[in-house]
């Protein structure tokens, strides 16, 4: 006899694993594990890269629904570039959080997607929004998101320091990632890390086999 499935309910794909990002002096760093999941249970991709450019020296991770989320840059790439045309200089790291901050805002009860901005302008220079789900925009030192930043908030409260270095920085995130990716099921893969500062933008993979160890693993 054929089953069916009683649940009429359709999980989608999820990239809510583990995104941080954290200011150094002179610029800031952003960073995700590599994993998309659904329901939270089943890993659908080990190869996904969350770290997203949307101008020149400004980069979000974004956490939630894949299609929302990517959706929604989208359409504040779009807002960008034609904010930078208008205004004949590149956007401001606030500007392109108020984008994604308005994008998730107005469609609160359609979309499920947040997004940690990170960036470095003439203005103000390196800075870290947090986008939630609702469309909430908060200004921060650091923040962590996703299912595995629940393992390493004492880790983050007891590491992260003002004013540390690009390499002290580029240690933490890694090490803050490590850790998640050790204890969450559904965190993994390898850790991508982008280094804004005002010289440019660094790009830095990290193998799995390569992250730091830590406990029993």
């Given at each position: 006899?054929?089953?069916?499935c009683?649940?009429?309910?359709?999980?989608?794909?999820s990239?809510g694993?583990?995104?941080l990002?954290?200011?150094f002096d002179?610029?800031?760093v952003?960073?995700s594990d590599s994993r998309?999941?659904?329901?939270?249970?089943?890993?659908?991709?080990?190869?996904i890269?969350?770290?997203?450019?949307v101008?020149?020296?400004i980069?979000?991770?974004?956490?939630?629904s894949?299609?929302d989320?990517q959706a929604?840059?989208k359409a504040?790439?779009?807002?960008?570039?034609?904010h930078?045309?208008q205004?004949?200089s590149?956007?401001?790291v606030i500007?392109?959080?108020?984008?994604?901050?308005d994008?998730c805002y107005?469609?609160k009860?359609e979309?499920?997607?947040?997004?940690?901005?990170?960036g470095?302008?003439?203005?103000n220079g390196?800075?870290?929004y947090?986008v939630?789900?609702?469309?909430?925009?908060?200004?921060?030192?650091v923040?962590?998101?996703?299912s595995?930043?629940t393992f390493?908030?004492?880790?983050v409260d007891a590491?992260?320091k003002?004013?540390?270095?690009?390499?002290?920085?580029?240690?933490?995130?890694t090490?803050?990632l490590?850790l998640?990716?050790?204890?969450?099921?559904?965190?993994?893969g390898v850790?991508?890390l982008?280094?804004?500062?005002e010289k440019?933008v660094?790009h830095?993979?990290?193998?799995?086999?390569?992250l730091?160890r830590f406990h029993?693993e």
């Open positions: 006899m054929e089953k069916h009683t649940d009429s309910r359709v999980k989608g794909v990239t694993t583990t995104i990002a954290a200011i002179g610029g800031v952003i960073g998309a999941s659904i329901g939270g249970e089943y890993v659908s991709s080990k190869t890269n969350k770290v997203i450019q101008h020149d020296r980069f979000c991770c974004i956490a939630g894949l299609a989320a929604v840059i504040a790439k779009f807002h960008l570039s034609f930078s045309v205004m004949e590149p956007p401001q500007a392109a959080a108020s984008v994604l901050k994008l107005k469609n009860d979309l499920q997607a947040g997004f940690l901005t990170a470095w302008d003439k203005k390196p800075q870290v947090v939630s789900l609702g469309g909430m925009l908060i200004s921060q030192q923040t962590i998101g996703g595995g930043s390493i908030y004492g880790y590491k992260y003002p004013n540390m270095t690009k390499a002290e920085c580029l240690q933490f995130a090490n803050a490590a998640a990716m050790g204890r969450d099921n559904v965190s993994g850790a991508h982008v280094v804004i500062t440019g660094e830095v993979v990290v193998p799995g086999d390569k730091p029993d």
